[in-house]
């Protein structure tokens, strides 16, 4: 006689309101709190997963609130009573369910991805990467071991200078050069003059280190080739710019991409595979932000990684505002994904207590154990 096979029995959620350290300004907002629905998903046998839902009114539109509604009104019952065998049509389900809300469906994706990790005793990235079952290791390129032993993987990533006033954003950029940090995203989506002086004082602060710009869609076509020609003109060494227009504008992203002498990210302009084919098919871009709470969770955002390299774009994962467990899925992704570019995963490092086990910061990455379970609170 068997014993029946495990089944997804529960869903749970709860809001988190996890303070930051400093302020995260961008040319869009200003945020001095991580608004976040945690969700967590159990198992017959005793597992259980968690993924998070960021607030960010400004980017997803979604709210705690709504995220909230769209799990347990919608989603819950789509998982519970499944069998965990059948994760991957569960997964599908989740994202057929209701239209949009990418927030909360891939909260609920993430926990059963790192549901399936651990009933086989491997990372999510080994998962992610297209193992599925298979029991022989845990994914990690940068540190990996065989035969489940434990492991710490890591992952390079940017850390943000709030937009502000150029000497304050000087002052960041030391202070988190002395943190370990290699290469910095430069919140600018001003004015042709502030946002030179911006970069300009942080290039004065950090040498020769990486500089890349995130406008958060704050430039008109014509503004964003006039202030990207200057900064080349001063030889100011950017990396690349992301999203300089409005999400919506994938014809005016095309335009300043042909003018444009550096590198151009899509961020906002990419939320699900539809968009990113447009964004590919109108050589808009130069590579892609891809985000779990923007395309809808971490199988979706692993088909975006691979979609983009096949069309020869650059890559990277990158994070909202939000705590540890999102950040932790991310970082997963990007293991599993091995982008081109160094990733954008440095949101948790802005809580002002992070003390979760298994998801640190070290010398510019963001550090996880092989069994990582950050603490949602922190």
Not at 135 to 162: C, F, K
Not at 234 to 257: C, I, K, M, S, T
Request: proline share 4%; hydrophobic share 45%.
């Amino acid at each position: 006689m068997t014993s029946e096979s495990p089944r997804f029995c529960a869903v749970r959620t709860r809001v988190l309101s996890l303070p930051l350290h400093s302020p995260f300004v961008t040319s869009l907002r200003s945020a001095r709190t991580v608004e976040s629905l945690l969700v967590e998903v159990d198992t017959t046998d005793g597992r259980q997963g968690r993924g998070e839902s960021p607030q960010v009114w400004q980017v997803t539109g979604e709210s705690v609130a709504g995220a909230a509604a769209c799990v347990e009104q919608i989603l819950t019952a789509v998982v519970v009573d499944r069998p965990c065998s059948l994760w991957r049509q569960v997964c599908d389900d989740v994202q057929r369910a209701a239209a949009r809300n990418f927030g909360a469906k891939s909260a609920v994706e993430t926990a059963i991805c790192e549901i399936v990790a651990m009933g086989a005793g491997v990372t999510m990235a080994w998962v992610l990467a297209g193992h599925d079952g298979e029991t022989e290791g845990a994914y990690a390129p940068s540190t990996s071991s065989l035969g489940g032993a434990a492991v710490v993987r890591s992952v390079p990533t940017d850390v943000t200078i709030s937009a502000g006033d150029p000497a304050a954003m000087a002052a960041a950029a030391v202070s988190r050069r002395a943190a370990g940090f290699s290469h910095f995203k430069v919140k600018v989506g001003a004015d042709l003059d502030t946002d030179l002086a911006r970069v300009r004082a942080v290039r004065s602060a950090i040498g020769d280190l990486a500089v890349r710009l995130d406008a958060n869609q704050a430039w008109t076509p014509v503004m964003a080739v006039e202030i990207i020609a200057a900064l080349d003109a001063q030889g100011l060494g950017v990396e690349f710019v992301e999203q300089p227009v409005a999400a919506h504008d994938v014809e005016g992203l095309a335009w300043v991409r042909a003018r444009s002498p550096v590198p151009i990210i899509a961020d906002e302009s990419v939320f699900t595979m539809a968009d990113l084919e447009r964004v590919i098919a109108a050589e808009a871009a130069d590579g892609v932000n891809v985000k779990l709470a923007k395309c809808g969770g971490p199988l979706r955002a692993m088909e975006q990684v691979r979609r983009a390299h096949e069309a020869g774009l650059a890559t990277m994962v990158g994070s909202m505002m939000e705590g540890a467990v999102g950040v932790g899925g991310a970082t997963e992704v990007a293991l599993a994904g091995e982008c081109s570019l160094v990733n954008d995963l440095d949101a948790a490092w802005w809580l002002a207590e992070l003390k979760g086990a298994g998801l640190s910061y070290a010398e510019g990455c963001v550090v996880l154990g092989l069994g990582h379970r950050p603490d949602a609170r922190r």
